[in-house]
């Protein structure tokens, strides 16, 4: 690769995959027939069915988004107090918790996965804990054995966060059957998407009854009003793409595999680069991001040289995660925030960067985007 002009068009870090009009326009069709917009329509009740089985999941109910879905996971499980949680994570983990009356306590993340340490877990227990809420940060599986088995010697809930984690499994088994519940994101930049959507999955029968009361309201029937729920409904046009959409993501993981290899031949001998995820092989992954960390003193330029000067060539990466939930004005005033209890995420939040990665983006596109990155070393 010697061309090194910038793309002639932004290549941005991700594009939403889109069903074909025509397949919408026929299930809108039977959406307009049903007369049916919302409130558990048979869309909703079909999808519910369907992604049950492909996450494979004993309990599963849909909600309007994935912040709504953990919010309401923490009210069904009744928590409060303190939650141990990871800074490396979207800005809706923490805030979910905030808006339960639950302060976020930060755990330290693990230098491999970026997921939270689960050996540091134990000290960060007080009197106040009720729960710890994880994240499967970009897909990679947490250590949900260890995780588990703190929970249970001090009788904590575990909740995921598996907004990143849809389709992955470990030695077959879906990702969402670990932990009290996991919640999953369906939004638009997610691998799997329902334009807006996400779902609370779980093992039991009487917790699927009260989660699907909170997501409406509390509402029993017509005499009864239950318990002070939200709206967390999804309505029938997104369902409906969700259907559709289920038969677009084993194609467009395929395709993210495809590319992720590429990545990897390109950048696997870049001294100060690597390329994550490093998983072990019984995980089933889903590709839905390409993540590097920088190691500057390696490399010879910071992450956030390489963000900027990617930028003069119309590529345009995020620094997931950047800054991390414990340098929040909201949180870091926190005991937990201080960078001596986080010292592994301040060093990974500096180190991050997300490269573009959709199934549109091509091959040559990739190994464009590699000598680009290249180019920048000192
Ligand atoms: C996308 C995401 C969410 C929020 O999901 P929404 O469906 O957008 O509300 C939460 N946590 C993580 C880690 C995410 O990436």
């Known amino acids: 690769?010697?061309?090194?002009?910038?793309?002639?068009?932004?290549?941005?870090?991700?594009?939403?995959?889109?069903?074909?009009?025509?397949?919408?326009?026929?299930?809108?069709?039977?959406?307009?027939?049903?007369?049916?917009?919302?409130?558990?329509?048979?869309?909703?009740?079909?999808?519910?069915?369907?992604l049950t089985e492909s996450l494979k999941v004993p309990y599963l109910s849909l909600f309007n988004n994935g912040t709504i879905a953990l919010m309401v996971a923490c009210q069904s499980l009744r928590l409060s107090g303190e939650v141990i949680t990871t800074p490396f994570t979207f800005a809706a983990t923490p805030h979910v918790l905030s808006w339960n009356n639950i302060t976020p306590?930060?755990?330290?993340?693990?230098?491999?996965?970026?997921?939270?340490?689960?050996?540091?877990?134990?000290?960060?227990?007080?009197?106040?804990?009720?729960?710890?809420?994880?994240?499967?940060?970009?897909?990679?599986?947490?250590?949900v054995e260890k995780i588990q088995d703190v929970a249970d010697r001090y009788g904590l809930r575990v909740v995921y966060d598996a907004a990143h984690a849809f389709g992955v499994e470990i030695n077959g088994r879906g990702i969402?059957?670990?932990?009290?519940?996991?919640?999953?994101?369906?939004?638009?930049?997610?691998?799997?998407h329902t334009v807006e959507g996400g779902a609370l999955v779980h093992g039991d029968k009487n917790l699927k009854r009260r989660i699907d009361l909170l997501k409406n309201f509390g509402i029993k029937n017509e005499e009864e009003v239950v318990m002070p729920g939200i709206n967390g409904k999804l309505n029938e046009i997104?369902?409906?793409?969700?259907?559709?959409?289920?038969?677009?993501?084993?194609?467009?993981?395929?395709?993210?595999?495809?590319?992720?290899?590429?990545?990897?031949?390109?950048?696997?001998?870049?001294?100060?680069?690597k390329l994550m995820p490093n998983c072990a092989a019984d995980v089933k992954l889903n590709y839905q991001y390409c993540v590097i960390r920088i190691d500057e003193k390696i490399f010879g330029r910071s992450r956030d040289y390489v963000y900027g000067a990617f930028k003069n060539f119309n590529v345009y990466t995020r620094k997931y995660f950047h800054p991390l939930c414990s340098d929040y004005t909201c949180y870091r005033?926190?005991?937990?925030?201080?960078?001596?209890?986080?010292?592994?995420?301040?060093?990974?939040?500096?180190?991050?960067?997300?490269?573009?990665?959709?199934?549109?983006l091509t091959e040559d596109d990739v190994r464009k985007i590699c000598a680009i990155l290249k180019s920048f070393r000192r």
Not at 28 to 50: F, V
Not at 105 to 117: G, R
Not at 131 to 142: D, E, K, N, Y
């Open 238 to 273: 997104c369902a409906a793409i969700g259907r559709i959409m289920l038969g677009y993501v084993e194609d467009e993981r395929q395709k993210r595999i495809r590319l992720h290899k590429i990545y990897n031949e390109e950048l696997a001998d870049v001294d100060g680069i």
């Open 333 to 360: 005033q926190l005991n937990s925030s201080r960078v001596e209890n986080l010292p592994v995420a301040n060093v990974i939040g500096q180190q991050v960067l997300s490269l573009p990665m959709y199934g549109e």
């Open 176 to 192: 969402g059957n670990f932990g009290d519940i996991s919640m999953f994101s369906f939004h638009a930049t997610k691998l799997y």
């Open 105 to 143: 306590i930060f755990c330290d993340v693990d230098k491999e996965t970026m997921n939270i340490d689960a050996d540091k877990i134990e000290s960060m227990i007080t009197p106040h804990t009720t729960a710890i809420l994880a994240v499967h940060v970009f897909g990679t599986p947490c250590d």
């Open 1 to 50: 690769m010697t061309n090194l002009e910038p793309f002639e068009k932004i290549i941005f870090v991700t594009r939403p995959v889109f069903p074909t009009l025509e397949e919408v326009t026929e299930k809108l069709q039977d959406i307009w027939n049903s007369k049916w917009l919302t409130n558990n329509g048979p869309q909703h009740t079909m999808l519910e069915r369907e």
